[in-house]
């Protein structure tokens, strides 16, 4: 098996998608007007954290002049900015702050990854990309086996469920909806910390926080 460090040089590296390969590399070199300064980082965006991470998170793509730009999930957009913070609040992040790969941000006990790992135009992925980037996702199952997984947003959950064999006729997104699965693997759901969820009220500070505390709370109920 893989350990984390080879998996992330794989995924970096990755072509599969070519729709993908050209717009992450447009966007970084066109660059967003306020970052005309900044090296966009381009490439694929590979999970980080703590290798021995029990709580696994699991977020849609990178954002175009987010973590395309930056090259860690969730970092230096407002995704990120609702995020961290919360992370901090619950003690899986060092600091409140992520705005760049060297800007002293770890984890503890927890691991960030996505459901595709290259920004999508409209930050949609099509079904086919996702599919072709579900295996390392299912690589950093096997290596991390958490013990609790948050889906941020419906599509993580359903890749999740996918990958699980799940049918989601059973199993339904909702926020704070929660389901053991039969290895014992917690999954936890959560509304995606979207600009669009959190400036609307949907995804509030409060909600966001119960996720992170009952996240650390299924930690005692694994077996
Ligand atoms: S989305 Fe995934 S499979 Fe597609 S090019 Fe990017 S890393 Fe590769």
Redesign the pocket.
Known sequence: MKNLESLNAE?IA????PR??EWREDVARVKRKAYLEHEYWGR?VPGFGDPKARVLVVGLAPGAHGSNRTGRNFTGDASGGFLFPALHRAGFASQAEAESRDDGLFLTDMYITAS???APPDNK?TLE?LN??QP?LEQELKILEPKVIVCLGRIAFERILKIHSIRNSIYKFGHGASYQLENGTWLLCSYHPSQQNTSTGKLTIPMFDQIWERARSLLNETH
Not at 14 to 17: A, G, I, S, T, Y
């Open positions: 995924i990755c072509r599969k998608c993908l390969v694929p595709g790992r290259c992925p990309e072709n980037c390392y």
